[in-house]
């Protein structure tokens, strides 16, 4: 069973619109992060937000933020006031035991002028 | 800028070959991954070590193998190479180097192409 459930394979949406990006997973260890990364066509890893599930806060990053919903097991990205330079994959990852990362599959976010 | 850096950039050669595949962690970071990222296969982890000793082992193949040095950059080694391993392989860091706790932070990546 995938850990890790991005639905959407790609999306389109208009510049300076909220973007949603969706992320499911599933585990039952206690404690666990979630990650969100992005990687341009230039291919780089650039990491954008974490959450801890022990957070009681949303966690923001300037124009990033994560709605975690912990009884949903759902850790959504939210890109406000989107950009072109936004134009990228995201992948949604978690770590559970020690340190290893486990990803989604990624969605292609384009952002249209 | 994530502070990891990850030599060669750009990789070709030939199947049977072996290559040699180096990451160096932002510095005060103890742990580094490697992960291998293809068009099918997605995003995987390979293997983490931690401060020069083997901490987890994901999908790695027989064929690839890691170490990690006292001054803990790291080499990941690909031997009997085929076709499906061409990827781009991702080196990744963390630990007390700063940032956020808990995250890895990724080199820019090898392209590696066997032909």
């Known amino acids: 069973a995938q850990k890790i459930t991005q639905t959407q394979p790609g999306m389109f949406v208009q510049e300076k619109e909220a973007v949603t990006l969706d992320c499911t997973y599933d585990?039952?260890?206690?404690?666990?992060?979630l990650f969100w990364y992005k990687q341009p066509s230039s291919g780089e890893m650039i990491f954008l937000i974490y959450?801890?599930?022990?957070?009681?806060q949303n966690a923001t990053e300037g124009r990033y933020s994560l709605n975690f919903q912990k009884a949903r097991k759902s850790a959504n990205l939210v890109i406000s006031a989107s950009q072109l330079g936004d134009s990228a994959m995201y992948f949604c990852?978690?770590?559970?035991?020690?340190?290893?990362?486990?990803f989604g599959k990624g969605t292609r976010l384009h952002i249209l002028p | 800028d994530s502070g990891v850096t990850q030599t060669p950039k750009h990789l070709i050669t030939a199947t049977g070959q072996r290559v040699t595949l180096r990451c160096s962690p932002r510095?005060?970071?103890?742990?580094v991954y490697w992960y291998q990222q293809s068009l099918d296969q997605g995003l995987q982890f390979l293997i983490q070590?931690?401060?020069?000793?083997?901490?987890a082992k994901g999908n790695i193949l027989e064929r690839f193998s890691a170490q990690q040095f006292p001054d803990l950059h790291s080499e990941l080694n690909l031997s009997s190479l085929e076709l499906g391993d061409s990827a781009l392989y991702f080196c990744?860091?963390?630990?007390?180097?700063?940032?956020?706790?808990?995250?890895?932070?990724f080199g820019p990546g090898t392209r590696l192409t066997v032909l």
């Open positions: 990744a860091s963390s630990g007390p180097g700063g940032g956020t706790p808990d995250t890895q932070y």
């Open positions: 959450q801890g599930s022990y957070d009681q």
């Open positions: 070590y931690y401060n020069g000793e083997e901490r």
């Open positions: 510095s005060g970071d103890l742990s």
């Open positions: 990852a978690m770590r559970e035991s020690y340190d290893k990362i486990i």
């Open positions: 585990t039952s260890d206690p404690s666990y992060g």
